[in-house]
């Protein structure tokens, strides 16, 4: 029986879509300084992908002519923790909610469309999955620093540039 309710589930995947997107965010950086293009460039070739296993082949292509050794290790770590993140992000956006009531307070299970099963949604479900991924987001900030500390550079996201 679940004992998550359904604002709980919103704020979970709140969290776990917020803590992917900034990996990504933070993918998106590293590809802006090695291909030395303007931010709106990179931002707009990096996004022009729509999965991360292809913006992670792009960065890893990218790394192969433009990145040290040190560097690599970094972009290695980096891509391993936003597909940490995404892996929970995935788990809940590539699922459908079902309840066991009409009034939408319980029984509420999740359907996982590419496992095939359910799995009964419970605050500790959710608060494991949202830590798993905050631990990756974690991860991904720690390489981001670590490649940015090598060349110089602040590891400070500055998206203003987005804004017309």
């Known amino acids: 029986m679940s004992d998550a309710s359904l604002e709980d589930f919103h704020l979970a995947a709140g969290k776990l879509l917020q803590n992917s997107s900034t990996n990504e965010l933070f993918l998106a950086k590293v590809f802006e300084i090695l291909s030395g293009t303007s931010a709106r460039i990179a931002h707009a070739t990096f996004y022009s992908l729509d999965s991360l296993n292809g913006k992670a082949n792009l960065l890893r292509r990218v790394a192969e002519v433009a990145a040290t050794e040190t560097e690599s290790d970094c972009i290695n770590r980096l ?86």
Do not use: W
Not at 127 to 146: F, H
């Open 79 to 164: 891509i391993d923790a936003a597909k940490k993140s995404n892996a929970q992000r995935n788990s809940v956006a590539h699922s459908l909610l079902v309840f066991d009531a009409p009034d939408l307070k319980s029984g509420m299970r999740i359907f996982s469309l590419k496992a095939q099963r359910f799995d009964v949604i419970s605050k500790a479900s959710l608060a494991a999955r949202v830590a798993t991924s905050s631990e990756a987001m974690n991860e991904g900030q720690a390489a981001l620093k670590e490649f940015c500390d090598g060349r110089g550079l602040s590891a400070l996201l500055d998206v203003t540039y987005l804004d017309p």
